[in-house]
DNA sequence: TCGCACGTGTTATATTATAACATCACAAGC
DNA sequence: GCTTGTGATGTTATAATATAACACGTGCGA
């Protein structure tokens, strides 16, 4: 994880497509574009060790959860970061919560545990799908 | 995820070997131990239903940077847990930060998000390990 | 020029997980 | 008693996710 990003040509191709989605993108549909796009088949350790570089820069989140990844909506190596998971549409909000950190930092600290690297997944239903009548009112 | 819990044999056997181990067990080392004790194989559907089972009604979690399950250090059900992982030794402690947890129901809640689950990974080095002679003293 | 570091390609395979259907036991209602 | 439904478990097959190991090329400093 050194300070000087090296983006590649592949790097950048599949950073832009990590950004380009909407949603959380999983390796084999990154595969897929990737394979699309060139014309020839893409292996799955190209996409492995791009995704694991993206990462390691800190352009790109894992989300554990989902086996699946976003672009780092705070700029190169954001410190923290929460996601909100909607398991109705999808969608993935990628927030701060200093307190929560705070916290972390805290109780790790009292157990003597040197904290290097946190993820906090929220699953619940985002605004617009939590609003509609209770009990999952979508996807007929 | 009803209140009262069906603890078949099955269901019991696999919780008891979670139990029994010291570290965070896979899905498929459980499918080891439960095929030796039984004596026949017992095959993925079977393993991952129970843990399904298991997980819902809160005797378990699935830690999910580690596609592995511990059972819960605070009984059935306990509303929200921390996993302070030692990437060193393997160890993982299950404790509690209700300041993470408000931290957290707050940074949701403004922004309209309903949580529901909540999974906080924490990875680093624990107290035995971290205390070593920085940069890896471990595992000659 | 040599040799090393590193990014990428390639082949093979390991690991994790689920779909779909079969069977069995038990309990509710007739 | 019998039937029928429900839920747990068994079984077969396969999907989805991920990595090991080695090959190749390019650039760069000794």
Redesign the interface.
């Known amino acids: 994880m050194s300070d000087d990003l090296d983006l590649t040509p592949l790097r950048r191709e599949v950073l832009d497509m990590i950004k380009a989605s909407a949603r959380p993108i999983k390796a084999y549909e990154l595969l897929g574009l990737l394979s699309r796009r060139r014309g020839r088949v893409a292996r799955a350790p190209t996409i492995y060790r791009t995704l694991d570089y993206l990462t390691r820069c800190g352009l790109i989140h894992r989300i554990?959860?989902l086996n699946a990844y976003q672009a780092c909506a705070h700029a190169p190596a954001c410190p923290e970061h929460?996601f909100?998971i909607?398991?109705d549409c999808g969608e993935v909000?990628e927030?701060e919560?200093m307190?929560?950190r705070?916290?972390?930092e805290?109780?790790?600290t009292a157990?003597?545990?040197?904290?290097?690297?946190?993820?906090?997944?929220?699953?619940?239903?985002?605004?617009a799908c939590?609003?509609e009548t209770p009990a999952r009112a979508k996807k007929p």
Chains 1, 2 share one sequence.
Do not use: K, N
């Open positions: 554990e959860s929460v909100l909607c398991d909000s927030i919560s307190d929560a705070i916290a972390l805290i109780a790790s157990r003597q545990f040197r904290a290097e690297q946190v993820s906090i997944e929220v699953h619940g239903a985002c605004r939590g609003t």
